[in-house]
């Protein structure tokens, strides 16, 4: 965990979508130093015209590029996101040439109990993880 649910067009092959999860799994690895297999991510496509993503007044304009990443996560320290948030968008723009300001990200934190990787079970509270 964090689980990362991405959003954007519709239209990239699907070895640039694992190469764009890849570099967001290393950003994830990095910022917050979790383990290599503790990665969850959920990618949504949208037919063009099904994203409306303006600058809220920063100046800038986006392309047909743009991703949304939403994150789910424990409680981390603004040090950290803003770490997450340069990592994830320096390794997008290398990796698969996404340019900074197509790159919008949003974090819910939420609590160890809010917590199930399967079996019924709230892991974190159980002490199994």
């Not at 092959?13 to 910022?31: G, I, K, N, P, R």
Request: aromatic share 8%; hydrophobic share 40%; proline share 5%.
């Amino acid at each position: 965990m964090p689980l990362l649910r991405f959003d954007l067009l519709e239209g990239r092959t699907d070895l640039e979508l694992q190469t764009l999860l890849d570099a967001a799994h290393e950003a994830v690895v990095e910022a917050f130093a979790v383990p290599a297999r503790d990665r969850y991510q959920i990618v949504t496509e949208h037919k063009p015209g099904r994203m409306i993503l303006q600058d809220t007044g920063l100046g800038f304009e986006r392309s047909a590029d743009a991703i949304v990443v939403q994150m789910f996560t424990s409680p981390r320290t603004p040090e950290m996101k803003q770490d997450f948030y340069r990592l994830l968008t320096r390794k997008l723009g290398e990796r698969c040439g996404v340019a900074p300001e197509d790159v919008m990200v949003s974090c819910m934190t939420n609590a160890r109990e809010d917590w199930s990787f399967g079996f019924g079970r709230a892991q974190f509270m159980t002490g199994e993880l």
